[in-house]
């Protein structure tokens, strides 16, 4: 009996020193990365609906940059930004592309390829880990006014969570994102597209572009 019992605790000893699968691994960290990205959802709307973040809508935001002392930062990624932005905003983008060509995530790519991508244009992105970093690096006082935009209003709200727990007070949120913007809300963007088009992409630009020429909207 004795031997037996040693037999199985060392057989044990064996199990436990053997590596996780790194596909195992690397989906746990995908989940971990999804439950991040819902914390941070949840936090954003605790501090918007407590007062702590204020939302501004599109239409107030010229007055809020221009009379009330508000820095507009754009935390889109760069091929969002290169299609239509504010002049003189502060970009620092929350999301990358992501350059990971592990198996597993040329899988996920793949997938999200072919379910959104395709459609809208978006990349893979994995979280700017330097994000609240370059932030700082930009705005050194942390009781500056920054107003947090994105797209449509999801990860700029992430952004101010962020934010805020790094010390930001005084924090402004696009209300809707760009998305919601009308002509002449910001009176200088540049690029090539309209602000409150520039979130769209891939096979949604071009039907965009034929409602357009239609003047369906």
């Not at 195992?24 to 989940?31: E, F, K, N, S, Y």
């Not at 929350?94 to 959104?116: A, P, R």
């Not at 949120?173 to 809300?185: M, S």
Request: with cysteine; charged share 20%.
């Amino acid at each position: 009996m004795a031997i037996q019992l040693n037999h199985l605790y060392m057989s044990s000893l064996k199990h436990e020193k053997q590596p996780k699968p790194l596909l195992l691994t690397r989906v746990t960290i995908a989940r971990a990365k999804a439950l991040q990205v819902s914390a941070m959802s949840s936090s954003a709307r605790q501090l918007i609906q407590s007062g702590k973040v204020r939302p501004i809508s599109p239409k107030d935001a010229a007055t809020a940059i221009h009379s009330e002392g508000y820095t507009l930062l754009d935390i889109r990624p760069a091929w969002e930004r290169e299609k239509a932005f504010v002049a003189g905003s502060m970009h620092v983008p929350l999301f990358l592309k992501d350059m990971d060509n592990s198996l597993v995530t040329l899988l996920k790519k793949w997938v999200h390829f072919g379910y959104i991508g395709i459609w809208t244009g978006q990349s893979f992105t994995v979280f700017n880990p330097d994000f609240l970093k370059q932030v700082e690096a930009e705005v050194p006082d942390k009781d500056a006014k920054l107003l947090v935009a994105c797209g449509e209003g999801l990860r700029s709200m992430m952004a101010a969570s962020k934010l805020h727990d790094g010390g930001f007070k005084n924090l402004g949120w696009l209300a809707g994102g760009f998305n919601r913007a009308a002509d002449g809300d910001f009176p200088a963007v540049e690029g090539n597209e309209k602000l409150q088009y520039a979130t769209i992409g891939g096979v949604s630009y071009y039907f965009l572009q034929l409602l357009i020429l239609l003047k369906a909207i």
